[in-house]
């Protein structure tokens, strides 16, 4: 039978974790307090960068647009996560499954370009600290930042643009709590090698360059540091980069888990949990990372809540 003479699919049944039916409702409130404290932390980082004047550093400055898009990013997944938990299965209309899949795209693309960027803001910090300040001035701040959500648009826009054409006329279950584009792919009963081709090649300006880019900007910052003839000099040049490392290490070490190893049918649990790692925990920790390895985020923090009984 032809896919013309096929019904149409209106909407996906995503599955989420099976046969926890004991420990729904534990899963359910973890994940709830696991939200509650990403967005909590990110939006906290947000306010403290817009206000106060101890975090007007183009440091702070690229940290607050990694906060707001890792609040864009698990927003987008985890209230309808927890839905699906709850129910044991939830449907989603088919282009309510595309947009979240763009949503989660276009915030994993950032977010690879973000802290690219911030990573090049440490390079020159440390590498060349006597022009750092001419050099990364707020133009270029701007610039930088701007171009990261614009390219991130055009990039993810031209694969939801190809994704909208696939038709969708079999199974209809997703096996996942979010709809990722792998599952998307093999529910569609049209020719997705376009798609799969689109993928493959943005993957190397998305993941791949900035990847390579940021292993090489600590490589110049390693050599830099280790240069510097006091133990205390090169405690504090690497703590001003420790943050960033640890955050990076976290997002691209499961990103590369779940993309890049092949995953088997029989581990799809291990690739589920995985994916909560990078979608979930990882804008979790981003903020709790910064917090507790920055001793200006803990003063700004600190100023707001007790400045005016202190003469700030």
């Not at 980082?45 to 975090?55: A, D, E, M, Y």
């Not at 702070?60 to 309808?80: I, K, R």
């Not at 696939?166 to 599952?183: E, K, S, W």
């Not at 200006?296 to 707001?304: M, R």
């Amino acid at each position: 039978m032809s896919a013309n003479n096929q019904t149409a699919v209106v909407e996906f049944l995503l599955l989420g974790f099976r046969n926890l039916h004991a420990f729904k409702f534990l899963l359910f409130l973890f994940l709830l307090l696991v939200y509650v404290v990403s967005l909590g932390g990110n939006l906290l980082i947000i306010t403290l960068v817009i206000f106060s004047r101890f975090l007007q550093s183009p440091m702070y400055f690229f940290l607050s647009h990694l906060s707001f898009c890792d609040t864009m990013f698990t927003t987008n997944v985890l209230p309808n996560m927890l839905q699906v938990i709850l129910q044991e299965g939830s449907t989603l209309s088919v282009a309510g499954c595309i947009a979240q899949y763009h949503v989660f795209g276009f915030s994993a693309t950032t977010e690879s370009f973000l802290l690219t960027i911030m990573s090049y803001d440490r390079y020159l910090a440390i590498c060349n600290p006597l022009r750092y300040t001419a050099m990364m001035n707020l133009s270029l701040q701007v610039l930088l930042v701007s171009s990261s959500w614009f390219l991130s648009l055009v990039v993810t826009l031209t694969s939801l643009l190809l994704i909208c054409r696939l038709q969708f006329c079999g199974p209809n279950v997703i096996d996942h709590f979010f709809c990722d584009v792998a599952p998307l792919l093999e529910l569609s009963c049209s020719d997705t090698s376009l798609v799969k081709i689109e993928i493959y090649v943005c993957s190397v300006p998305i993941v791949l360059f900035p990847f390579l880019f940021i292993m090489g900007s600590y490589i110049s910052i390693f050599l830099s540091i280790a240069r510097i003839s006091s133990a205390s000099g090169r405690q504090k040049a690497f703590s001003t980069c420790s943050s960033h490392l640890t955050v990076v290490s976290l997002y691209y070490g499961t990103l590369f888990a779940v993309y890049v190893v092949p995953t088997s049918i029989s581990s799809l649990n291990l690739n589920k949990i995985l994916s909560l790692l990078y979608t979930v925990a990882t804008p979790m920790f981003n903020p709790i990372v910064y917090s507790l390895r920055n001793q200006e985020l803990k003063t700004a923090l600190v100023v707001k809540i007790f400045g005016r009984h202190n003469g700030y």
